[in-house]
């Protein structure tokens, strides 16, 4: 296989500022040392192992609120997170992101199109901020989708650095593919066999999981830089290094996604995203679509009559009374049925089995 080009580095070439605010400190050793230095993360510097292109190196994206008790405005602007990230407000002694002016002076609007406020993360909301960005250029995510900008044409792949430096000209799944990664089936990663060298793990281990390196005998990710420029980032925030994959680390990595915004998997516990509370759950698709709007457990589910009622299926199809675990939503009686949309355009308005039937 060709020898692997480390193209995905310039994803971020436009937050040289945060270099230039913090460079030259060592990453810290051990499994969890992200944890404990979310807010003064080196600059990036994976080991020069392939032929690279030469590019400003930049920090990862970190949570939008620096975790110091008792600052104030004037204290927040001064912070790193502020210039970064956009947490420039002091709210209850922390530094947070309030407005979109927030995120349109920070360093992730200019390089990931990040430049709206929601829900105390600075994230994507208009194609013109994706195009205007860095990571348009560099990875051809040019359009907003879960707000986050993606590819979403060939023309953006082929005019993007990804393309040019890297081959990676197709579009599958909001990223940029190359060769028989652009056939792969939704979802699915090929996970190469006989891993002997990085190059093995070069195409859809790297591009969708950031798994770049061979490590033991597998590709694993061991590179913040691989992660913030792979499709775990983007999709269920994968975008640091940690114990050979790329993972959450903090909550604002999980409110962009769509894992967050559909499900309300928005906060980084245990490196994987979660629900934590039941404003998670009301914010989310799942509750607007199926009423999934109370946290049970650690999953969203459907608790109350009032929110089958209020929910898109109800309307669609029938589903307005809460049935239990096991059928969530679902019709109440046949007068739910012959309410639906449903039964108006398919004749579905008899209740059988606790669904709407012809």
């Not at 652009?182 to 790297?206: E, I, K, N, R, W």
């Not at 608790?303 to 939503?329: H, I, K, P």
């Not at 639906?340 to 089995?353: G, P, Q």
Request: hydrophobic share 35%.
């Amino acid at each position: 296989m060709p020898k692997r080009v480390v193209a995905p580095s310039v994803v971020l070439a436009a937050l040289v500022t945060l270099v230039a605010c913090h460079t030259g400190s060592p990453r810290p050793a051990g499994e969890n040392a992200h944890r404990d230095r979310v807010h003064a993360r080196p600059a990036i510097r994976p080991e020069p192992r392939h032929t690279e292109v030469t590019v400003p190196r930049a920090e990862a994206p970190s949570a939008p609120r620096a975790e110091a008790p008792g600052m104030s405005d004037a204290e927040c602007a001064r912070e790193p997170a502020c210039e970064r990230y956009g947490a420039c407000r002091a709210v209850d002694g922390a530094c947070v992101v309030l407005g979109d002016d927030d995120c349109k002076r920070a360093a992730v609007c200019a390089a990931l199109g990040l430049c709206r406020a929601d829900r105390g993360a600075c994230v994507a909301r208009a194609d013109e901020d994706c195009r205007a960005s860095a990571v348009c250029r560099a990875s051809g995510r040019c359009r907003v989708e879960h707000a986050r900008c993606v590819a979403r044409s060939v023309e953006d792949c082929r005019a993007s650095a990804h393309c040019k430096v890297g081959k990676r000209c197709g579009v599958l799944r909001g990223s940029c593919c190359a060769g028989d990664e652009c056939d792969d089936s939704p979802g699915v990663t090929m996970v190469p066999l006989g891993v002997t060298s990085d190059a093995d793990c070069a195409g859809a281990p790297c591009a969708a999981s950031g798994a770049c390196r061979e490590l033991r005998g597998r590709c694993m990710a061991d590179s913040d830089e691989d992660c913030l420029a792979s499709d775990a980032c983007f999709s269920r925030g994968g975008c640091f290094a940690e114990g050979g994959a790329c993972v959450p680390l903090v909550d604002a990595q999980c409110a962009p996604t769509s894992g967050c915004l559909d499900h309300g998997k928005c906060h980084a516990v245990d490196r994987t995203c979660v629900s934590l509370t039941d404003a998670d759950c009301e914010a989310s698709t799942w509750c607007k679509e199926f009423g999934r709007c109370t946290l049970v457990g650690a999953s969203c589910q459907a608790a109350t009559d009032a929110a089958c009622r209020a929910s898109t299926s109800c309307l669609e199809r029938g589903d307005c009374t809460f049935q239990g675990a096991t059928y969530g939503c679902a019709p109440g009686s046949a007068t739910d049925c012959a309410a639906s949309t449903s039964c108006k355009r398919e004749k579905r308005c008899a209740l059988r089995d606790h669904r709407c039937r012809r």
